[in-house]
T-cell receptor, first 116, second 112 residues
Framework: ETGVTQTPRHLVMGMTNKKSLKCEQH?????MYWYKQSAKKPLELMFV???????ENNSVPSRFSPECPNSSHLFLHLHTLQPEDSALYLC???????????????FGSGTRLTVV | SQELEQSPQSLIVQEGKNLTINCTSS?????LYWYKQKYGEGLIFLMM?????EEKSHEKITAKLDEKKQQSSLHITASQPSHAGIYLC????????????FGSGTQLTVLP
């Protein structure tokens, strides 16, 4: 158990479906992140939330929509995805800056998404 | 933007052998994180290096930071099957870990 829980672990969806990925942390962290991991590619930072406010959006297509209702929960809403969006989606959290620099992020186990 | 290049991309070693993985940055390194990932799983934090010349060890894994070369190395002594996985290095701009950029990873296989 890493302290960051992601659900579901696996998701298969059609291109016209709407689904949501959920991330939950009870570590007392105040920043949360979404990363995309595709085969043979570096992890891609998608969104950063700090104190529930989005502070980073790395040119992610609008078919991905994040939501951070509170410091413990982060969602990624998906709609009209493309097959190339199939990947492992990782959520991470971190503490205030001083501790973040020492300990980096705590990652969840990821959601394996397949778009058919 | 900062880019991290890892080498080798994959490595197969016999149990008991030593090995080294390198991570080279395109920009000045203010801090370097090493993570390990089992296939299809999340990343597990190994260690973080902050200062040039710094060296840290965790069990049989040692990491060093060479700021001048903008490079870090991860060395595993007497490898075991439990060391198998993907090793990733990550770095952030100006000492901030808010926007960690990661390398593509090194896939390590340890043959029993």
């Amino acid at each position: 158990e890493t302290g960051v829980t992601q659900t579901p672990r696996h998701l298969v969806m059609g291109m016209t479906n709407k689904k949501s990925l959920k991330c939950e942390q009870h570590l007392g962290h105040n920043a949360m992140y979404w990363y995309k991991q595709s085969a043979k590619k570096p992890l891609e930072l998608m969104f950063v939330y700090s104190l529930e406010e989005r502070v980073e959006n790395n040119s992610v297509p609008s078919r991905f929509s994040p939501e951070c209702p509170n410091s413990s929960h982060l969602f990624l809403h998906l709609h009209t995805l493309q097959p190339e969006d199939s990947a492992l989606y990782l959520c991470a959290s971190s503490q205030d800056q001083a501790r973040r620099q020492l300990y980096g992020y705590t990652f969840g186990s990821g959601t394996r998404l397949t778009v058919v | 933007s900062q880019e991290l290049e890892q080498s080798p991309q994959s490595l197969i070693v016999q149990e008991g052998k030593n090995l080294t993985i390198n991570c080279t940055s395109s920009k000045t390194l203010y801090g370097l994180y090493w993570y390990k990932q089992k296939y299809g799983e999340g990343l597990i934090f190994l260690m973080m290096l902050q200062k040039g010349g710094e060296e840290k060890s965790h069990e049989k894994i040692t990491a060093k930071l060479d700021e001048k070369k903008q490079q870090s190395s991860l060395h595993i002594t007497a490898s075991q099957p439990s060391h198998a996985g993907i090793y990733l290095c990550g770095a952030g701009p100006s000492g901030s870990a808010r926007q960690l950029t990661f390398g593509s990873g090194t896939q390590l296989t340890v043959l029993p």
